[in-house]
């Protein structure tokens, strides 16, 4: 059965949908302009939705505005409740819904390929059908089950620490290997059984990939995660001969795997060596409480609010920790108050702070805070030797100096901000029993010149702008 040519204007807005998106993907490359982006997607996708629903005589029309509004009024609900520090999780969440979606409509296709028009002369699905269906479900199946895995490792339901197999690469290679032969096999013999073994080992390979990967990586698996989906979505696309879903999928696709690069390279880490598990892979020996009981200073809000009213500059350094406490309002006005008192503030992002990528970004947009003040890591890191006061609020292993100096750390190598050469460090954290997400203690607790403000971030941050504004 040949599938017929769609019109000429189908195409039209489809390459329109296209342009729209990536528009979008330009506007969320900056917060300033973010906004504008998510209403470029949201028109593009508006545009291919509409004319999938009028070229395809897919459903009747109130069963598909019924699961429009169902999915819709989920998403909506679930955009309006849910929190900052629930983002990543959230993020990961919709990743596995579209690699779910993947597999659903390879096996709709496989099991009524009629309806998708994939079928030869013969009466058999075409062999290039089979290869696009074959790697789709494959994808999807991965996405679903690392995103699945991701999230419970975000959510905190499941250990963020590396979970070593045995022998997990042979384990691994001989899955992927066993994929790719079923799907060469599936070629020259479409019998269910080799669609649905390809769809478990799948599902398996998903989660054997993710679980060796440590809390610490967890904004490149994120962003790998989101790459994979875009992948599962343009393979589908081949296969129901959608060329708005090829052009979404390639450009959810590459963006999110050329952001995972360049996160890798931030952390000067092999993109192989992330998505197999090998950072953070001697964590589990290494990690967990503080390796030992040293000396530290104890400060208080009257302490900051003094040292860095007295400062010319200081620098903050966000973290994770600010994202729980919700800290990041308090923060900017705490900030404001600095500024106008004639303190130069800035704020230093590291490229894996928090929990995905951006995560820091987007609070501290949230905040309103100016987006000229907001500087990454190459571009700010050589002014923490001249800068006054260094405040970290909520950060740990961005900060921690083991990965420049312990080999046998497993952050060994990623660059992390020069907090120890600031003058005064102010370090907010909950309490000096616990470590970072890589589970990994760090010698800035222990300088001299650092001041541990033990307390919830937002709470501290409160304190500090009080006893800024009585004059202390």
């Known amino acids: 059965m040949e599938h017929a040519a769609p019109p000429a204007w189908v195409m039209l807005a489809y390459l329109i949908s296209g342009v729209f998106f990536i528009l979008a993907l330009r506007g969320l490359s900056s917060p300033a302009t973010s906004q504008r982006g998510n209403r470029f997607g949201m028109a593009g996708m508006l545009i291919a939705v509409v004319t999938t629903l009028v070229t395809h005589d897919v459903a009747s029309l109130p069963e598909i505005l019924g699961a429009i509004a169902i999915g819709g009024g989920i998403g909506w609900v ?56 074959g790697l789709g479900i494959a994808i999807g199946a991965i996405t679903f089950s690392g995103s699945v895995i991701a999230f419970l490792k975000l959510a905190g339901k499941m250990s963020g620490a590396p979970i070593l197999l045995p022998l997990r690469h042979v384990i691994n290679l001989g899955t992927l290997a066993a994929i790719l032969g079923l799907i060469a096999y599936f070629t020259i013999d479409q019998s269910p059984w080799i669609f649905w073994t390809i769809t478990a080992l799948a599902f398996l390979i998903g989660f054997l990939l993710i679980i060796p990967i440590g809390g610490a990586d967890m904004p490149v698996v994120v962003s790998m995660l989101n790459s994979y ?22 450009l959810v696709g590459s963006s999110g795997a050329i952001l995972s690069y360049i996160m890798c390279k931030a952390m000067n880490r092999s993109f192989i060596s992330v998505i197999a598990g090998g950072f953070g892979a001697e964590a589990a020996a290494t990690g967990g409480a503080a ?10 809000a009257e302490d900051a609010a003094y040292m860095m009213q007295q400062a010319e500059s200081v620098i903050i350094v966000p973290g994770y920790g600010m994202a729980v406490a919700q800290a990041q309002h308090i923060l900017r006005e705490m900030a404001d108050v600095l500024k106008k008192q004639g303190v130069s503030v800035k704020y230093a992002i590291h490229p894996v702070a928090g929990r995905m990528p951006g995560h820091m970004n987007v609070l501290l947009a949230e905040a309103q805070v100016p987006y ?16 006054d006061v260094a405040f970290i609020i909520g950060a740990n292993d961005v900060v921690n100096p083991a990965a420049k100096t312990d080999k046998t750390s497993p952050i060994y190598g990623m660059p992390v901000f020069d907090v120890d050469k600031a003058k005064t460090v102010f370090f907010i954290k909950r309490s000096m029993g616990g470590v970072g997400y890589a589970g990994v203690d760090n010698d800035v607790f222990y300088m001299d010149q650092t001041m541990m403000l033990l307390a919830d971030a937002k709470k501290m941050c409160e304190d500090i702008v009080k006893a800024l504004g009585s004059g202390h």
């Open 291 to 300: 390796k030992e009981q040293r000396p530290w200073k104890r400060g208080s």
């Open 229 to 250: 989906s875009g992948w599962a979505a343009a393979a589908m696309g081949f296969t129901l001969h959608n060329t708005a879903m090829i052009i979404t999928g390639a």
């Open 78 to 133: 679930t955009a309006r409740k849910i929190a900052m520090t629930d983002m990543p999780q959230l993020v990961a969440a919709f990743h596995s819904l579209v690699g779910m979606a993947a597999v659903l409509v390879a096996a709709a296709a496989f099991l009524n390929p009629e309806a998708f028009g994939i079928n030869g002369a013969d009466g058999l699905i075409n062999p290039v059908s089979r290869v696009e269906m």
């Open 372 to 387: 000229d003040e907001v500087f990454e890591l190459e571009d700010i890191n050589s002014e923490f030797a001249q800068t």
